[in-house]
């Protein structure tokens, strides 16, 4: 199963809206984890079952979506945001397959 | 609080060998499948293999399959990675992963902070 997210790379300023899709080669049903990784760092779990917040994340990320299309969303964008996020399916075991990761920057 | 410590990274000649070793802790090592999941400097996410909470079931991506060999060892909570036959594209941040939940396969929760394997000559 092939992820695609867009877009690549996403300017944005501290208090945007910002969204990232994500869209699956076939069904995931709603298999899809999205992760956030910044330079360095080990990538963090944000969002399970392509809309349950993992614990001890911000309200202000959101996932939706099912089947090939899913989406990510930081409705105010903070300083701590600008970072990579991936998305990952994870209905098939082998092999589970992430994106390619969408860059966050500062506008 | 859980800890995932990888360890054994270093630059190896092409078609050398290596072994990670991933020290876990503050969870149940025992009941939790565990990945290793990579990333070649400056690019993206790529899953390697599997193995499941008892050893059972064990996946690898296409790319590493008769090459790679995971494994664990529940009595000493510890994953390894015995990698042969290195290729210049396995160079990479090597990281472990703890399951999101007790005797299943779902999706890494917990990482590690990774070792950096470089093959080159």
């Known amino acids: 199963i092939q992820m695609t997210q867009s877009p690549s790379t996403l300017s944005a300023s501290v208090g945007d809206r910002v969204t990232i899709t994500c869209r699956a080669s076939?069904?995931?049903?709603?298999?899809l984890a999205w992760y956030q990784q910044k330079p360095g760092r080990a990538p963090k779990l944000l969002i399970y079952?392509?809309?349950s917040l993992e614990s001890g994340v911000p309200s202000r990320f959101s996932g939706s979506g099912s089947g090939t299309e899913f989406s990510l969303t930081i409705s105010s964008l903070q300083p701590d945001d600008f970072a990579t996020y991936y998305c990952q399916q994870y209905k098939s075991y082998s092999p589970w397959t992430f994106g390619q990761g969408t860059k966050v920057e500062i506008k | 609080e859980v800890q995932l410590v990888e360890s054994g990274g270093a630059v190896v000649q092409p078609g050398g060998s290596l072994r990670l070793s991933c020290a876990a802790s503050?969870?149940?090592?025992?009941?939790?499948?565990m990945y290793w999941v990579r990333q070649a400097p400056g690019k993206g996410l790529e899953w390697v293999s599997f193995i499941n909470w008892d050893g059972g079931n064990i996946y690898y991506v296409d790319s590493v399959k008769g090459r790679f060999t995971i494994s664990r060892d529940n009595s000493k909570n510890s994953l390894h990675l015995q990698m042969n036959s290195l290729r210049a594209e396995d160079t990479a941040f090597y990281f472990c992963?703890?399951?999101?939940?007790?005797?299943?396969?779902?999706?890494?929760?917990?990482w590690g902070q990774g070792t950096l394997v470089t093959v080159s000559s």
């Open positions: 079952k392509a809309s």
């Open positions: 076939q069904s995931i049903f709603g298999y």
């Open positions: 992963a703890k399951d999101m939940e007790r005797f299943m396969d779902t999706l890494p929760r917990d």
């Open positions: 503050g969870f149940t090592f025992e009941d939790y499948g």
